[in-house]
């Protein structure tokens, strides 16, 4: 039965067999219903082709959307050098336009992706229907059928049934019409509806100022911006504001792009036909606008001649224009570049005209002209605040937590106030925390209009890094002070003051309003500790009788000035200095270590000397060995260590030269090297001591022995009795050796191995106990080399520097090294 109720339908269409695109698609599903024996017998039976049947069963696809700019990530190498010429070149217009740049090419900004047609545009109703267009139709009712019918070259489409039925020229509307009245009569019970497949493209052409000019295809439904889009856009040399389209040699329609920008009015945005040329002229006379409009650019005139044009075509005025002087820069006759100014609120500003080549300046409006106060500095909420009559100090800083910053002062501000008729400053100092504290007393000082209250911040609560370190009386106070210099005059001296001494914040101030020396040091934070209150000076300058200038120096009464009974003002200029208790808290001290009866570190007054303290400290020790006693002094620590820098560069020296000699003495140089740089390691190894050799034995028990006045930083070192002898320099074992009576220098440098190679038997020499010392062969004290040692000293082998020529200091830099070396083996001991 399925067999016989298909055979009928397919013989109608057997004679369409060989075009089958006009078979429709539930026909063809029927087909492929049935068995694939049955669908290769019939099509056997009558001569169809099975596989092209099949084929065009398959559902048209619905067409790919089209990208038609593309991404600046997807544009080639060559399209991006391209983009990069514009770039710069666009930026060489701006920079001779003063940074303007030409308003609207920015909306074809973009690179075209492909020449395929645009597909997904919405069909108008009076579309006109041509050979490429497919009609889609919908037969429901007593029949149901999709049929998608091409139009053909001739203009017609083949209806099933029926035969041919012209329909290119109509418009689309017309078309459905039609179709809808034939399928009624032809077909009864069955109605249809029509729609538009797949469009025909068309072939058009984008010349002129085009950023790619050419041929492109296009939908047919495309219009000129459509073209553009496809095209890039326009160079901006090209017009924004004449965009023209042809056809047949002929001018149809122009586009002012402008219209679509600034009032979205695309009516004139024509579509266009088969062979249309998109042509664009170059650009016409141009004009600019910057400042306070909304879209600062340059703009291409047309109608439009006048400042009030212009602005429009910007966006308008902000609101923080000043429109009472606009500024006109232009071209004049001999080439000129000159300025017109322009009130833009009265008619004749409105209607100025504007020239090619003008660039309009709309200047901001530069401050608020009234009807504030403003506070600067360290608070939680600087700016400007409403000024209203009668308002005060309290009316803007309410609470001295939540108003102020952490790190701000708040016992001190200033109000700064202008005056309205000779527009010169003052200054008001205020004490602000009984201010607040106090509202409406006399403290809180009412405001003016325009009062600019400075807050400071505490240098004893910035810490590092903080923002309170720009609101200094320093950095607050400069402008102030650079305002007053500038308004000074010969009537009006200049009215600032500078105070130093110990103050908190000594520098250069306002003069105070009262001029009394209290406020004044006040303003500088108030007096510290250490300031004396006997004693301050004021120098003043001033002219004698003759005009000659002088400084006068009066003496002040500082406790009689800060209690209010002082008589002096201050006047212009004024020096102030507020001298210091002399040697306030300062202090001195000594520290006794080792064999004393009571050690520690101890301060002494001036001039009292070693004796004295070693006294209070209860003498020494029964154990106490004084000949061995270090003595150091902060003063000559620091001339030991100058003297070891000395040395150490005069070494370093002295290697470079017999490195450099090293090359012709062989062996010797590199022996001469090695001694060198082992005693340039000792003198960068040493520490200065400070060591002064005093008899400690003497200081204690004589009185008349020279008095040693201590100085601050003098340290005594007691050690106990020693049973040691020393042997330091170039022997073979350097140590110290168990001190035994009869025994001569000799003895302890043979127990020590004897000298080396580099010894210098002749120069021998003993640093006694005290730090003092003794040349065996030459002093009297010793006699000869066989003199007997005392327990606690040191005998010294020096190097041989004379068989080494040009290294005369090697004996003084020995001698620095091993007497330090002493020292500080001596209060290691301890």
Known sequence: ?????????????????????????????????????????????????????????????????????????????????????????????????????????????????????????????????????????????????????????????????????????????????????????????????????????????????????GSYSVSSLSTITNALYVSGGINQTGSLRNVQLKRNGKLVGTLDLYDLLLKGDSSSDSRMQPGDVIFIPPVGKRAGIEGEVYRPALYELKKENTLSDLVRMAGGLTSQAYPQRINIERTNEDFLRIIVEADYTAAKGKNARVQAGDTVNIPSISDITGQYVEIRGAATRPGRFAWIPGMRVSSVIKNLSADLASVADKRYAVIVRTDKVTDTISVLNLRLRKAIQNPGSGFDIPLQEKDQLLIFSDAGKV???????????????????????????????????????????PGEYPLPESRQLADAIFVAGGLKDSASFYNAEVARYTTDEDGIGKTNILNVNLADAMAGNGNLTLQSRDRILIKSIPDFAKTSTIELKGEVRYPGEYTFRDGETLRQVIERAGGLTDNAFPKGAVFTRAKLRQLEARRLQEAEDRLQGDLLGVQLEGDGLGGESADRAQQVQSLLEDVQSSRPIGRLVVDLAAVVNNEGYQAIRLQDGDALTVPAIPQAVTVFGEVQFPTSHLHQAGLTVDDYLERSGGPTRQADESRVYVVKADGSVMLPEKSRWFGSRSQQLEPGDTIIMPIDVDRLNQLELWTNVSQIVYQIALGAAAVGNL
């Open 1 to 213: 039965m399925k067999l016989k109720n298909f055979i009928l339908p397919l013989a109608l269409l057997l004679p369409l067999a060989a075009t089958a695109q006009s078979i429709s698609p539930s026909q063809i599903a029927q087909f492929q219903n049935l068995p694939r024996s049955q669908q290769e017998a019939l099509a056997n039976q009558y001569g169809v082709d099975l596989e092209s049947l099949q084929s065009s069963g398959q559902q048209t696809q619905r067409p790919r959307d089209v990208q038609v700019v593309e991404p600046v990530s997807n544009i080639t190498e060559d399209e991006r050098e391209k983009t990069r010429d514009e770039k710069e070149e666009g930026q060489q217009a701006a920079a001779k336009n003063g940074g303007l740049k030409p308003f609207g090419y920015n909306l074809f900004k973009g690179s075209p992706t492909t020449f395929a047609p645009v597909t997904e545009i919405p069909i108008p109703s009076e579309y006109t229907l041509g050979p490429g267009d497919v009609l889609r139709i919908q037969l429901w009712g007593k029949e149901n059928q999709n049929l998608e019918l091409p139009i053909s070259r001739d203009g017609t489409v083949s209806f099933p049934q029926s035969g041919p039925m012209n329909v290119a020229g109509l418009s689309f509307d017309e078309a459905r019409q039609q179709i809808r009245k034939q399928v009624s009569e032809q077909y009864i019970g069955v109605q249809a509806s029509v729609s538009l497949g797949e469009l025909r493209s068309m072939r058009v052409f984008v010349l002129g100022e085009a950023r790619n000019p």
């Open 463 to 505: 810490k590092g890094g903080e923002e309170g370190r720009e609101f200094t009386r320093e950095s607050l106070f400069e402008p102030v002070l650079h305002r007053l210099r500038i308004q000074a005059s010969p009537s009006s001296p200049q009215k600032t003051i500078r105070i130093s001494g110990p103050v908190r914040y």
